[in-house]
Nanobody
Framework: FQLAESGGGSVQDGGSLRLSCEVA????????MGWFRQAPGEEREGVAA???????SYADSGRGRFTISKDSAKNTLYLQMNSLEPEDTAVYYC???????????????????WGQGTQVTVSS
């Protein structure tokens, strides 16, 4: 199946963006989905994850500013990002833990399906 992100862009410090990830061609049940990001010269890090019950988990960096959600009818995952900071600048990736039924957080190697990424740039 395929994951396709959209919604990235350039915003000023304090601005907001909503990322979307459309899941296509999947007929099973993906228990965990989430968002990673990777800044230049940095390792990829988990940002937020959501389980099948819609319960979200967040990295400290985004807690209180980011909200993960999903619309199962539309097969779409979202990440609402408010109060963006220059440190949030990165490529954001949608990911799914296909075949995984354990904890969705922390986000490690169980996330085995990826989108192509969408760039988020926050300027000061």
């Amino acid at each position: 199946f395929q994951l396709a992100e959209s919604g990235g862009g350039s915003v000023q410090d304090g601005g907001s963006l909503r990322l979307s990830c459309e899941v296509a061609g999947y007929t099973g049940v993906t228990y965990c989905m989430g968002w990673f990001r990777q800044a230049p010269g940095e390792e990829r890090e988990g940002v937020a994850a959501i389980d099948s019950d819609g319960v979200g988990s967040y990295a400290d960096s985004g807690r209180g500013r980011f909200t993960i959600s999903k619309d199962s009818a539309k097969n779409t995952l979202y990440l609402q990002m408010n109060s963006l900071e220059p440190e949030d600048t990165a490529v954001y990736y949608c990911a799914a833990a296909d075949g995984w039924s354990g904890s969705c957080w922390p986000m490690t190697s169980e996330y085995n399906s990826w989108g192509q990424g969408t760039q988020v740039t926050v300027s000061s």
